[in-house]
């Protein structure tokens, strides 16, 4: 595997970037990683290398860019007081669905640049966040996104929110699968119900799994990080992946 840092550019300006590469030569189907809500970071970085090794381009982007530099976030402790937690919202709000799917179009885009790159639509996968962002990207990219991932992510389906990845689930055209928590209130078993009801109302080849670990649990640097757990998602990844991509 190698890994080097890209500049991709989007219609806002550049947004920094982290390319992994399996070994070898030849052309391999590709997946965007996009991170949690503390943004890009080693353990991000890492998680990259990781799912390349099975096979992949893998693209994790710095989707904060227009918010200038800014120091990695420890997650262990980024919402242990006022002034970082209100920092790190602040971030997340500010990344609104319209900046998501533009990004999400020059991310594709820069993909299918690359000689590496297999022909075909792209894997999308993504925590916390970043499993919503995977949802949004699938739900507003059509075709161009083959199979859609989210692990331990939020609000994917909120009855009240306009933008929830759930109210345009007839748009999917991606294989989904969704690995919640358990107790996490950012993913009830309500809005689980909820995304059930639209992903099969809208014809969409879906699972949604929970794991007996709390939110975060895929995550090396999260507090809730769970060995079982994490292991449990690399393994469906390589499956759920390998079965749609190849």
């Excluded at 894997?123 to 075709?143: E, H, K, P, Q, V």
């Excluded at 929970?210 to 507090?223: R, W």
Aim: charge should be negative.
């Amino acid at each position: 595997m190698t890994q080097r840092s890209v500049d991709i550019e989007t219609a806002d300006g550049i947004c920094p970037a982290t390319l992994s590469l399996p070994v070898g030569e030849g052309s391999w189907p590709a997946v965007i990683m996009f991170p949690d809500a503390g943004g890009m970071r080693d353990t991000m970085r890492q998680m990259g290398e990781r799912l390349s090794d099975l096979g992949y381009v893998v693209l994790v982007p710095d989707f904060y860019y227009r918010n200038g530099p800014y120091d990695p976030v420890d997650m262990r402790t980024a919402f242990s007081t006022k002034e970082t937690a209100a920092k790190i919202m602040g971030m997340m709000r500010g990344y609104t669905v319209d900046l998501v799917v533009r990004d999400a179009g020059a991310f594709v885009d820069y993909l299918d640049s690359l000689p590496e790159k297999k022909p075909g639509g792209v894997g999308t996968t993504g925590y916390c966040m970043g499993g919503r962002l995977s949802l949004i990207t699938a739900a507003n990219l059509d075709g161009r996104i083959a199979a859609a991932a989210s692990f331990h992510g939020g609000n994917l389906a909120k009855a009240d929110d306009p933008d929830s990845p759930h109210h345009k689930a007839s748009a999917i055209k991606a294989v989904v699968y969704v690995a919640g928590a358990i107790e996490d209130q950012s993913f009830t078993d309500e809005q689980k119900d909820l995304l059930e009801k639209s992903l099969s109302e809208a014809g969409v080849i879906h699972t949604i799994e929970t794991y007996q670990a709390h939110h975060g649990f895929a995550v090396l640097d999260n507090p809730s990080y769970d060995a079982d757990a994490a292991e449990r998602h690399w393994k469906a990844m390589e499956q759920f992946f390998g079965s749609v991509l190849g």
